[in-house]
């Protein structure tokens, strides 16, 4: 069975930072790419970022590129996605997601139809 199980979200000042964190079980980390999503009061869900399964490839939306990193680690079951200067435009909810297949190569904005499997998400709040 498919899991996951999400924490790190919060209420922080703008530039401050945040560390997410995506425990997964029930399949092979690294055989599928991984995704955060985030969606926000009366807007789309939006992918925020991925990575690949195999090599590990690393995508980004403008909007965070250069602010937040997205990384794995298989020992562990787990993806991160370290949040720095964030901005009130960065609170939503955000989730993690599963590609729908193995060996998925991440394009820069994950369309959130390849990704079939998904956490319960975190709420991550940007104000001072």
């Known amino acids: 069975q498919v899991q996951f199980r999400e924490s790190g979200g919060g209420l922080v000042q703008p530039g401050g930072s945040l560390r997410l964190s995506c425990e997964v079980s029930g399949f092979t980390l690294d055989r599928y790419a991984i995704a955060w999503f985030r969606q926000a009061p009366g807007k789309e869900r939006e992918g925020v970022s991925c990575i690949s399964s195999s090599n590990g490839v690393k995508t980004y939306i403008d909007s965070v590129k250069g602010r937040f990193t997205i990384s794995r680690d298989n020992a562990k079951n787990t993806v991160y996605l370290q949040m720095n200067s964030l901005k009130p435009e960065d609170t939503a909810v955000y989730y993690c997601?599963?590609?729908?297949?193995?060996?998925?190569?991440?394009?820069?904005?994950?369309?959130?139809?390849?990704?079939?499997?998904w956490g319960q998400g975190t709420q991550v709040t940007v104000s001072s």
């Open positions: 997601a599963r590609s729908n297949w193995t060996m998925y190569q991440c394009g820069r904005r994950p369309p959130p139809p390849d990704f079939g499997s």
